[in-house]
């Protein structure tokens, strides 16, 4: 089946019915853990608006919607896209949760193997792998890079959480990292100040939307390898995202900058239990290599 063939041959005119959109969650093999997602694989025809009502009506974090690839995108015909996310609010230039849960859509239906997505960050290729009957997709971000956030910007931050600065971990000194989208990196010295999040969200969205922010990255360290993360994602019209690709990228990144692991190295982050949707996110770092690999598994939603 070739999907970018069926997008061009069967695309949506002013008479035709909205296209399918699949519901998905990703990084959880149960459809109650993880961060759900709607997939549009035959997005041909819908404009921007469109896309957005269909985003706003799911009330998922985001939105995955697919149109056959620009010329010059390379990859194996019929396995590369162009792909747009959507929130209920605006357009996200890439959202790695819902390249997940749409490359393992694809690959129900088209088989695993390797994806090519044209985002608006970039290129993102995509493997998913079969095994014991689960599919699971690693993507490989865009370069990434990490700045400082100022004295200023910090202490709006965590005015708007509510968590005085000596609630932050000093071993893990706050950054912007970006890995596709800018997030600002906060390190909680304890579990119990990760797990208490109750936050001004306009307050918050403001200083985001000032600063080009897509989510707040609040991690918690576990062990040298293993950490506890929450995003909140008021910009996007959502309180929390229960597991986010992206800001995993962009942590990955910032953990190699920070020389918290070594050039080669496995993470593992925790998301989603302090929302009752518990997520698991692999991220890998390899030498020689600036991207960032982040895997998980997705699930369809009954109904979706």
Not at 104 to 114: H, K, T
């Amino acid at each position: 089946m070739n999907l970018n063939d069926t997008a061009q041959d069967t695309a949506p005119t002013a008479a035709r019915t909205a296209p399918e959109a699949l519901r998905y969650t990703a990084f959880s093999a149960d459809p109650e853990g993880g961060n759900p997602a709607g997939v549009v694989l035959d997005a041909g025809g819908l404009d921007d608006a469109a896309q957005l009502a269909i985003a706003a009506e799911l009330g998922y974090s985001e939105t995955a919607f697919l149109t056959p690839p620009p010329a010059d995108l390379g990859g194996t015909a019929g396995r590369a896209f162009t792909i747009r996310f959507f929130s209920p609010l605006a357009e996200v230039a890439f959202c790695g949760h819902a390249t997940v849960a749409t490359a393992v859509a694809l690959a129900e239906r088209i088989g695993p193997g390797d994806l090519l997505f044209a985002t608006q960050a970039g290129p993102v290729p995509v493997t998913v792998r079969e095994q014991d009957g689960t599919l699971t997709a690693t993507l490989t971000s865009v370069a990434p890079h990490v700045t400082a956030v100022t004295d200023a910007d910090l202490t709006e931050a965590l005015a708007a959480l509510g968590w005085p600065a000596a609630d932050l971990d000093p071993a893990l000194p706050p950054r912007i990292a970006f890995a596709g989208n800018n997030h600002l990196v906060l390190a909680a010295a304890t579990r119990a100040r990760l797990a208490d999040l109750a936050y001004d969200f306009d307050r918050l969205a403001a200083l985001m939307r000032r600063l080009d922010l897509t989510t707040l990255q609040l991690v918690w360290r576990e062990s040298a390898s293993v950490f506890h993360v929450r995003d909140p994602f008021p910009v996007g019209g959502v309180v929390e995202d229960p597991a986010t690709g992206a800001a995993a990228a962009a942590f990955g990144a910032y953990a190699r900058e920070l020389g918290l692991v070594a050039p080669s190295a496995e993470l593992t982050l925790h998301q989603g239990e302090d929302m009752g949707r518990p997520g698991l996110l692999s991220v890998e770092l390899r030498e020689g290599d600036a991207r960032v690999h982040v895997s998980g598994t997705a699930t369809g939603i009954e109904g979706g």
